[in-house]
């Protein structure tokens, strides 16, 4: 693992999971690597129980991560990687938050009604909602989501948290919409001569798991 996503979903993530791949940083693990192969669960089902993993097993041949459940425990792969640069990816918390609130939060409560079918990518399989309600909503929300100045507070503990520990030459705090010249600086890798890669906006993320498109605000 030469890179450790430690940035909340809904901040580019899928974009930057594509972006790691094209300069080397490849594969990088990301929630949807779980909805597409739910063999990869156990560990991370285990690590939701309080269970100690062994990391350097559980994401070998992994590159890189971003997104949940990576993010979630960080701080064990930076133990584990000490050397690894760490990467937080931020966004606007409004826009964090409504992004957030439409995709990921309603694709769970509608996966607790039974409706979520998916579409161009598997509906998650029940035991993987099960760690995502347990790792993200019930973990790091403590089923307190839905009262938007507590996310908030845990985003701004969860960013400070990071900032504070690990050492300013192996941390970028990146935003996706600077594209690719700091992250490249970052990594020392040259910049692709391709634009940086934008995926997964809301609509799309609707669209991939079958759901109905988002109300206008």
Same mark, same amino acid.
């Given at each position: 693992?030469?890179?450790?996503?430690? *940035? =909340? +979903?809904? $901040? +580019? $993530?899928?974009?930057?999971?594509a972006a790691l791949e094209l300069i080397g940083y490849g594969p990088s693990f990301h929630m949807i690597d779980l909805l597409r @192969?739910?063999?990869?669960?156990?560990?991370?089902?285990?690590?939701a129980a309080g269970e100690r993993i062994d990391w350097q097993s559980a994401l070998e041949g992994w590159g890189s991560s971003v997104d949940w459940p990576g993010c979630t425990y960080w701080e064990q792969h930076f133990e584990t990687w000490p050397d690894a640069k760490v990467l937080l990816n931020v966004r606007d918390k409004e826009g964090w938050y409504r992004s957030c609130l439409t995709t990921? /939060? !309603?694709?769970? !409560?509608?996966?607790?009604? +039974?409706?979520?079918? +998916? &579409? $161009? !990518? &598997? #509906?998650?399989e029940p035991e993987v909602m099960r760690m995502i309600n347990d790792i993200i909503w &019930? *973990?790091? /929300? %403590? *089923?307190? /989501?839905? @009262?938007?100045? =507590?996310?908030?507070?845990? /985003? @701004?503990? %969860?960013? #400070?948290d990071v900032t504070e520990k690990v050492p300013a030459d192996q941390l970028l705090v990146f935003e996706v919409k600077q594209g690719w010249e700091p992250l490249c600086e970052f990594l020392e890798v040259p910049v692709p001569d391709v634009p940086f890669p934008r995926l997964n906006d809301t609509a799309s993320f609707r669209a991939m798991l079958g759901m109905p498109a988002a109300a206008a605000a």
């Open positions: 693992m030469r890179l450790i996503g430690a *940035g =909340y +979903g809904r $901040t +580019g $993530t899928m974009s930057l999971k @192969d739910p063999s990869l669960l156990p560990p991370w089902a285990r690590a990921i /939060f !309603e694709a769970k !409560e509608m996966a607790a009604r +039974g409706e979520l079918r +998916g &579409n $161009t !990518e &598997n #509906a998650p &019930n *973990g790091t /929300f %403590h *089923g307190r /989501f839905l @009262d938007k100045e =507590y996310a908030f507070s845990v /985003f @701004d503990a %969860h960013v #400070a």
